[in-house]
């Protein structure tokens, strides 16, 4: 079982928990965790050709055109041949699904119902430090110092998608465009989808789905 080479996707709104969920899975079952948005950010910050295509989409929030985001993931997928995957934000689109599809097939999706009430507070909460990507939240998981970042003692900032209204237009976006993703892959028989207001809450039924196909690493407790 352990040695099975599961592909496996988290889907969800902004702020639902993907990159929660997809680290504790990556770390619970071994399995390459890769972030669309943790790639885009860094191929921002490496000035690359898809950086720059990207920049004027990640900078209002909206989402990147298929072609540019599908090159990106489906290049370090070739990378990862032969390792098992959790993707963490993609396929965000039924046209990156169907890119996917000409590469691979997903054994398990996992897709994150979280009240809008939720997200709208979770987001007014977050603060990022904008090198390195990090994320806090000042309930779920603060800062060591409030206002600076843990490792590199530098400033937090919060963004501007974060503001209500722009979180509002964010979630309508997703909805439009994850609707087809999320009835492609039920009618596949591979879709789960978990509902609820805390990630620590969904944690349990997520680990147990993981571990009916691959051999945990270490306790759930441990993360
Ligand atoms: P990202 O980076 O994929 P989003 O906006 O989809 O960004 P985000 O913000 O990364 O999603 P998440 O990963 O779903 O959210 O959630 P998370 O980071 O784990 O949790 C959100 C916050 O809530 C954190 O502060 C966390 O600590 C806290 N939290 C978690 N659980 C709980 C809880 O139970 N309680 C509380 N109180 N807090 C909790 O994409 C960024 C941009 O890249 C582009 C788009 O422009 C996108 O906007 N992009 C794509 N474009 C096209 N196609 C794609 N496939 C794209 N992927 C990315
Ligand atoms: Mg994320």
């Not at 390792?83 to 398990?108: H, M, N, S, Y």
């Not at 945990?216 to 993360?223: G, T, V």
């Amino acid at each position: 079982m352990a040695s099975r080479l599961l592909r496996a996707a988290v889907l969800g709104p902004p702020g639902s928990g993907k990159g929660t969920v997809s680290r504790r899975v990556a770390l619970g079952f071994g399995l390459q965790h890769l972030s669309s948005g943790r790639l885009l950010r860094d191929s921002l910050r490496a000035g690359s050709e898809v950086g720059d295509a990207a920049r004027q989409y990640l900078e209002k929030g909206l989402l990147v055109p298929d072609h540019v985001i599908t090159r990106l993931v489906l290049s370090e997928l070739e990378l990862r041949r032969g390792q098992p995957w959790l993707l963490d934000g993609f396929p965000r689109t039924i046209g990156q699904a169907e890119a996917l599809d000409k590469v691979c097939d997903l054994d398990l999706v996992i897709s994150l119902n979280i009240p809008f009430e939720t997200l709208k507070e979770r987001l007014s909460r977050r603060w990022l430090h904008p090198p390195s990507g990090r994320v806090y939240n000042l309930d779920f998981n603060p800062p060591l110092v409030p206002g600076v970042d843990d490792v590199t003692g530098e400033p937090l900032v919060q963004q501007e998608d974060d503001r209500p209204e722009a979180v509002a237009a964010q979630l309508r976006r997703y909805k439009d465009a994850a609707k087809p993703v999320i009835e492609l892959y039920r009618s596949r028989g591979v879709l789960h989808q978990f509902s609820g207001t805390e990630t620590n809450k969904i944690w349990p039924y997520v680990h147990a789905l993981f571990s009916s196909k691959l051999a945990p690493l270490q306790s759930k407790e441990a993360n």
